[in-house]
């Protein structure tokens, strides 16, 4: 009976293996009615980086979006992904047409490429640094004498649009790119 149970087993995972069975998944798994593709470059002081970003998906209203950074070497220095229906620019556009246009626009280096001296200051004592009435979270990693190093040294920073209600700002600094936080605005 032992015999027959392993055979069985065997069978049903030579199954799963097979081409038949490859070619029932390959559909779903390939299947990108998303698929836009846009690329630039933010210029810094000190060189540059190529910027890209890619949505796959079913179709865009499910698709994930990419943003991909790599240094002047092409070395991917920082990449981030999420759903296109949790990123504000990138919600509405629902076909390629839409969507390669919502990419162009949410890295388009001209949106809020700056310097980490422009991040809000984080007073003595207080919980966040504040723009205005809007609080900036930095990283878990971030203490304040960092942060407040971070804006004193003047790095490339670049914020994008990573939600309904935010943007991440991230800073080249140490030859490394770094997430320092994010700055909530009204959506």
């Known amino acids: 009976m032992r015999g ?19 070619k029932q998944r390959a559909p779903a798994e390939a299947a990108n ?9 933010w210029r810094t002081a000190g060189g ?5 970003a890619t949505t796959a998906g079913v179709d865009c209203a499910h698709a994930t979006a990419t ?15 999420a759903s296109t229906a ?15 246009t919502a990419l162009a626009e949410w890295i388009d280096p001209a949106q809020d490429v700056g310097s980490t001296k422009d991040l809000p200051a984080w007073g003595a004592g207080a919980e966040n640094p504040l723009k205005g009435e809007f609080p900036f979270y930095p990283e878990e990693n971030v203490t304040r004498d960092a942060y407040e190093a971070l804006r004193a040294a003047n790095a490339p920073m670049f914020c994008y649009v990573q939600g309904m209600e935010s943007q991440a700002c991230i800073a080249w600094t140490d030859g490394h790119m770094i997430k320092v936080g994010v700055q909530t605005f009204p959506g």
Do not use: W
């Open 4 to 22: 027959i149970t392993v055979a069985v087993l065997a069978a049903a995972g030579l199954a799963a293996c097979s081409p038949a069975a490859e």
């Open 33 to 41: 009615g998303c698929a836009a593709h846009v690329a630039t470059a």
């Open 48 to 52: 540059g980086f190529a910027v890209s």
């Open 67 to 81: 943003l991909s950074m790599r240094d002047g070497e092409s070395k991917e220095v920082y990449t981030a992904a």
């Open 86 to 100: 949790d990123i504000m620019t990138l919600a509405p556009a629902h076909d390629v047409d839409a969507m390669q």
